[in-house]
């Protein structure tokens, strides 16, 4: 559900669905305070290219994940949730649609790492339910095709445990880190908090308010760029964003929440949402669900 890449790799996205280094200076890992930290349960997921390393199984609940991005190209790690009767198999297969609704017939995404840059890092914590889920990678190289379609998808299992044996939200959300404030998602809006232009670790929460799936997808707009420059990379068809993928969190389903741990280094950036509409097909980005800031 979540596009990145060329303008070209995007649209051909749209038609299947869709610790930095300090030298690289966009996301690095946060110290954020809180006193129910040291009790999330802490996964770290590996990208290659064109695989990951997860756990086969997790426990439900608050989950804390460090995604190290260790190939030679950007990734991400977007979550799903399969519904019943659903395979990892048959979500591929529904990703390869031309819209969004065969996806959305069978599973629901639960967050995850938005993309970032090789040898970068994104920690996301998100609260997850039993179940059986995939990760899967959008980003697309030079040749347009989905990561997910290279085989970089990946199973796991979440298991039932004391804390969320009864599947219900004060379970689930048992020892949720404290946040420094809140992104609200909504069909079309992403409205972000001052906070987040402070040269500062963050901890923020992600709340999807809206009745489709959203995700925030940040970039780090290159020197002398702006959000103009960025929506004009949306309409073409060979331009490339200018930028470079800064992390965030993928995409959550409706009225859900994640936490997203941010330290973005001074500079502009633009904040996103591409996963494709269920009336119209297209990204929400090119509906106005973008929004930009500068970190000071």
Request: charged share 20%; net charge positive.
């Amino acid at each position: 559900m979540a596009l990145r890449g060329s303008a070209r790799a995007r649209r051909a996205l749209l038609s299947l669905l869709t610790v930095l280094t300090l030298a690289g200076g966009l996301v690095v890992p946060v110290a954020q305070a809180s006193a129910n930290r040291s009790a999330l349960h802490v996964v770290l997921i590996t990208a290659k290219n064109f695989t990951y390393e997860v756990p086969a199984t997790i426990p439900a609940g608050l989950v804390e994940f460090i995604f190290e991005n260790r190939g030679s190209q950007t990734h991400e790690a977007q979550f799903f949730r399969l519904k019943s009767g659903a395979t990892e198999s048959k979500l591929i297969t529904a990703l390869g649609k031309p819209d969004i609704k065969p996806t959305l017939a069978i599973a629901a995404g639960a967050g995850g790492a938005a993309s970032v840059l090789p040898g970068g890092r994104q920690d996301v914590i998100l609260s997850l339910r039993p179940g059986r889920y995939v990760a899967a990678c959008f980003e697309a190289g030079s040749d347009n095709i989905p990561h997910f379609l290279k085989g970089m998808h990946k199973s796991f299992v979440v298991t039932s445990n004391a804390r969320a044996a009864s599947d219900n939200d004060d379970a689930l959300l048992n020892g949720a880190p404290r946040a420094d404030s809140v992104v609200v998602l909504r069909d079309y809006q992403l409205r972000l908090p001052a906070v987040i232009s402070r040269d500062r670790p963050l901890m923020l929460r992600v709340r999807n308010n809206g009745p489709q799936t959203h995700q925030m997808e940040i970039t780090k707009l290159n020197a002398g760029k702006t959000l103009k420059d960025y929506l004009r990379a949306l309409q073409s068809s060979s331009g490339t964003p200018p930028g470079k993928a800064a992390g965030g969190i993928d995409a959550l389903a409706p009225f859900t929440s994640g936490w997203v741990e941010l330290r973005l280094a001074p500079g502009n950036y633009v904040a996103a949402c591409f996963v494709p509409d269920i009336k119209t097909n297209k990204p929400h980005a090119e509906m106005g669900m973008v929004a930009a800031f500068t970190v000071r």
